[in-house]
């Protein structure tokens, strides 16, 4: 179950990004706005991700170059 988990997490932020935009098309006047939120939601939750990413990667990278540099002293 943990392997099918993640990629349906990772999938659900543009999914509701999509069906906002859904809801933004059908709707009319004032109930457009209620879609916004949604729209938002999913945004800040893939940037999220990317962020926390790139962060992940750098301290990795990090890591790999202090343990080449401890290698090369020895």
């Known amino acids: 179950m943990k392997r099918l ?3 349906l997490i ?7 990004i999509v069906l906002a935009m859904l809801c933004l098309m059908h709707r009319q006047g004032s109930d457009r706005l209620q879609s916004i939120p949604a ?4 945004a800040a939750l893939i940037i999220s ?12 990278l ?6 080449q540099t ?3 002293e020895h």
């Open 5 to 7: 988990g993640y990629p």
């Open 10 to 16: 990772s999938l659900a932020a543009p999914l509701l």
């Open 39 to 42: 729209v938002l939601v999913g």
């Open 49 to 60: 991700g990317a962020v926390g990413r790139r962060r992940r990667r750098s301290k990795l």
């Open 62 to 67: 990090a890591a790999l170059h202090s343990t």
């Open 70 to 72: 401890e290698e090369h």
